[in-house]
């Protein structure tokens, strides 16, 4: 009666398998790794970007998406030399220890470390690589904002220097589009437009795609320091007297308030 009954058993956990890969999930078939890994304690999945080193170009701006379902989605973009970014998809898999994943196969193939919001590039051997560019070998997981996205940002203060808006026309402002991560607003009579990261820790960095429209205008001057500014901004702060951008060194580039929109 009992070997009858585990037999039962046997049969129908084999049908739900049978009916779930029927029905399109597929089944992880790599095992876990045991205890806490990369894989199994953290929150990997997600956008991760930066610019890696490049040897004949200033820089490889690099956006990589994992997705729980074990696809990728990865893009280079070569600064200087590509107009568009060379985007790839395909599958990815975890090393033994949980801690590691390959992109892509064969000669394309691509390792990383996977870390807390931060993915590190590995070199063909699989480890980490050293040296003065070491630690420019990192992208860091995209996250997202309600606090400062999809407003609009007034500018009261440019490098310690008041701003008052004009009365005649909008003033310098700028909103976060967190649907597509871009950037746009007015620099003083110009529109500019562009794209935009943020990252753990308060962090966010204006792309260098950062374009204006031609109008000549009095404040030409006054715009032409607003954009400037934005390239060196790596952070935000938010508290009562409004959104405080800053640069290296933790220094007050500029503040806003939020404004109708």
Known sequence: ????TALAGAILIAAVLGCTER??????TEPLPSGDSSRTSLDWAGVYS??????????????IELREDGTFTRSLLYLDADER??????????????????????ASSQQYQV????????????????GDLAAAYRLEKVVNDPRIENRRWQLVELNGRGIE????????????????????GNASCNRFFGTY?????????????????????????????????????DAYSLGEEGLSLIG????????FRETER
């Open 23 to 28: 029905n399109g999930t597929r089944r992880d």
């Open 85 to 106: 970014p060379r985007t790839e998809t395909g599958r990815f898999t975890w090393d033994d220890s949980g801690s590691r994943i390959t992109l892509g196969e064969g």
């Open 197 to 233: 990261e943020l990252m753990a820790g308060d962090r966010i960095r204006f792309g260098t795609d950062i374009g204006a429209t031609r109008m000549a205008c009095p404040e030409l001057e006054q715009e032409r320091e607003f954009l400037e500014m934005l390239g060196q901004v």
């Open 248 to 255: 290296p060194g933790a220094a007050p580039l500029a503040r």
């Open 1 to 4: 009666m009992q070997r009858a």
């Open 165 to 184: 808006p004009p009365s005649d026309r909008d003033g310098v402002h700028f909103e976060l589009d967190s649907t597509e991560s871009r950037v746009t």
């Open 50 to 63: 930066g610019t890696l080193p490049c040897a004949d170009c200033p820089g490889i701006r690099t956006r």
């Open 115 to 130: 870390g807390e919001n931060v993915l590190f590039q590995l070199d063909r051997s699989g480890q980490r690589i050293t």
